[in-house]
């Protein structure tokens, strides 16, 4: 009897040591590969932040687009993250708070969408690789086990294309295409999931950008700036809590509206942007007395088609215009790192 229980033990040991190498295997080769990359690749930054930080900026993709650093600089670092959140922002920040000189510039850029986002929603599954589990919304063990240390379990039905590489199209990617510009469904999926998009470093021509621009403002208004005004107040109210954390830490904020096309521009009425996003960044400036840097309508960078990857994204000649512009108004304002 105890022979035959040691045996099922044993057996039973054997049996889950195979399981655990398959699916370690398995899981080895999926965070190396299309899917994984795709969804989670940028998170990698976050991986390895250095230390002793003297000016930062925090961000959705136009952030991420516009702030682009020396690489071999590691006194600056830019913590934006495609789709990302004003809740997730302050998030971050309060987590690397550390890794920040006293004295640091923290520019804190928002889009148009930013006021309109959900501040209810669970926490993507990205931030669980790299954000303690105090500043995860809705944290769950099941989200830490497939974020973070077994992925390929979230894979479900689809593990066998996100293995070999083979879905059709990155979602980056094809928010990219200008022909998909009018596909609504394809835009806002992008910004909610967070899949920063391709960059084109050649420009746009006028008719590009401004076809692209046409499908832009219409996923904004009718994903976010319609449904999100409920979200406005308190979005506003975690802008101020971060901008007052800044200067408590002994950090020099300021808030940053990045340049949009002309054309985008074009596709808002007054009122509308006024209400979702002009208001409530105002109120922030008016609550903290943070200086604000608004490029969104810069007659010179807004007007240059060579600058733009697509209708609200720099591509790197945009970036180092508009990095131009930045350093300026922080001497005016009388900034300096450290």
């Known amino acids: 009897m105890k022979n035959n229980c040691l045996k099922f033990i044993v057996k039973l040991a054997a049996l889950l040591l195979l399981v655990c190498i398959v699916v370690?295997?398995?899981?080895?080769?999926?965070?190396r590969g299309y899917y994984y990359r795709d969804v989670y690749g940028e998170i990698d930054k976050m991986k390895n932040v250095?230390?002793?930080i003297t000016m930062a900026n925090f961000g959705t993709s136009h952030g991420l687009s516009c702030f682009r650093y020396p690489e071999n600089d590691k006194s600056k670092?830019?913590?934006?993250?495609?789709?990302?959140?004003?809740?997730?922002?302050f998030a971050t920040l309060k987590q690397f708070t550390s890794h920040l000189e006293k004295g640091c510039i923290v520019a804190i850029p928002t889009s148009y969408f930013s006021f309109c986002m959900s501040t209810d929603e669970p926490s993507q599954k990205r931030y669980y690789i790299y954000l303690d589990r105090k500043y995860i919304r809705g944290f769950s063990f099941e989200s830490l086990i497939n974020a973070k240390y077994i992925p390929v379990l979230r894979s479900g039905e689809f593990i066998i294309k996100d293995l070999i590489k083979d879905q059709e199209r990155d979602i980056g990617a094809e928010m990219m295409d200008n022909s998909a510009a009018d596909k609504e469904s394809t835009?806002?999926?992008t910004e909610v999931?967070?899949?920063?998009?391709?960059?084109s470093e050649s420009g746009n021509s006028d008719a590009q950008l401004v076809a692209h621009a046409k499908g832009r403002a219409e996923s904004w208004r009718s994903g976010y700036m319609v449904a999100g005004k409920i979200y406005t107040e308190k979005n506003t109210q975690l802008l101020i809590e971060m901008v007052n954390y800044c200067y408590d830490m002994g950090f020099k904020?300021?808030?940053?509206?990045?340049?949009?096309y002309y054309a985008l521009n074009e596709r808002f009425a007054e009122n509308e942007i006024n209400e979702c996003y002009f208001e409530p960044i105002n109120r922030v400036v008016e609550a903290t007395g943070v200086p604000y840097l608004d490029l969104s309508h810069d007659s010179e960078l807004s007007a240059n088609p060579d600058y733009y990857s697509n209708s609200d994204h720099m591509n790197s000649a945009g970036a180092e215009a508009f990095f131009e512009r930045y350093t300026?108004?922080?001497?005016?304002?009388?900034?300096s790192a450290g």
């Open 193 to 199: 999931t967070g899949n920063i998009p391709a960059q």
């Open 24 to 31: 370690g295997t398995i899981n080895f080769a999926y965070v």
């Open 50 to 52: 250095p230390y002793n």
């Open 253 to 260: 904020p300021l808030l940053v509206t990045t340049p949009v």
């Open 328 to 335: 300026e108004f922080l001497s005016e304002i009388g900034y």
């Open 77 to 89: 670092f830019n913590f934006a993250l495609s789709g990302e959140d004003i809740y997730h922002d």
């Open 187 to 189: 835009e806002s999926l």
